[in-house]
């Protein structure tokens, strides 16, 4: 009887643990099997990423206006962005809002969607493995969570 006892808590507290790591993955996003790198000027899957390659140009590299009339004319808006007094061109970046899991793939960057506890609670935990969206504009403020090769290694706070 002793045994039976001992047997059932062991499989009761093994369903306990192996729900708690079930819970932590969902919490920490879809598992990231593959990212897309540029490679001498082409998209290449490193892994399966899972979905469709990035709509960015393969290298390429933002201009950004620093002047208005030049900000206009490239669908920029010229304004304060930030915590800076000074009107910046602020570009939207077309490929916003698509899938991603590198910051290489997004005009802007590439932005996880933690929840409060993930954001605050970096300390001794491990990367958060998930993928992000493509970041709205090109250049990028507030506090974010970055996805590099389909990670989440820090998390920070951009003026």
């Known amino acids: 009887m002793r045994n039976r006892r001992l047997a059932l808590g062991a499989i009761l507290a093994a369903a306990f643990a192996g729900g708690l790591?079930?819970?932590d993955?969902?919490?920490a996003g879809e598992r990231v099997?593959?990212?897309w790198m540029c490679k001498a000027g082409a998209w290449i899957m490193n892994g399966d990423p899972g979905y469709p390659m990035p709509t960015k140009p393969c290298g390429w590299k933002a201009e950004i206006p620093k002047d208005e009339p030049t900000c206009a004319l490239k669908g920029g808006e010229w304004r304060r962005f930030g915590l800076s007094p000074r009107p910046i061109c602020v570009m939207p970046?077309?490929?916003a809002g698509n899938v991603c899991a590198d910051n290489g793939e997004c005009e802007g960057l590439c932005?996880?969607?933690l929840g409060r506890d993930e954001?605050?609670?970096e300390g001794n935990r491990p990367p958060i493995e998930t993928r992000g969206r493509c970041s709205k504009t090109v250049?990028?403020?507030g506090c974010i969570a970055p996805v590099e090769k389909g990670l989440v290694k820090h998390r920070l706070c951009i003026d």
């Open 25 to 27: 993955s969902a919490t």
């Open 139 to 141: 250049q990028v403020v």
């Open 111 to 113: 932005l996880a969607d």
């Open 21 to 23: 790591a079930a819970l």
């Open 33 to 35: 099997t593959g990212y």
């Open 119 to 121: 954001f605050f609670n």
């Open 93 to 95: 970046a077309r490929d």
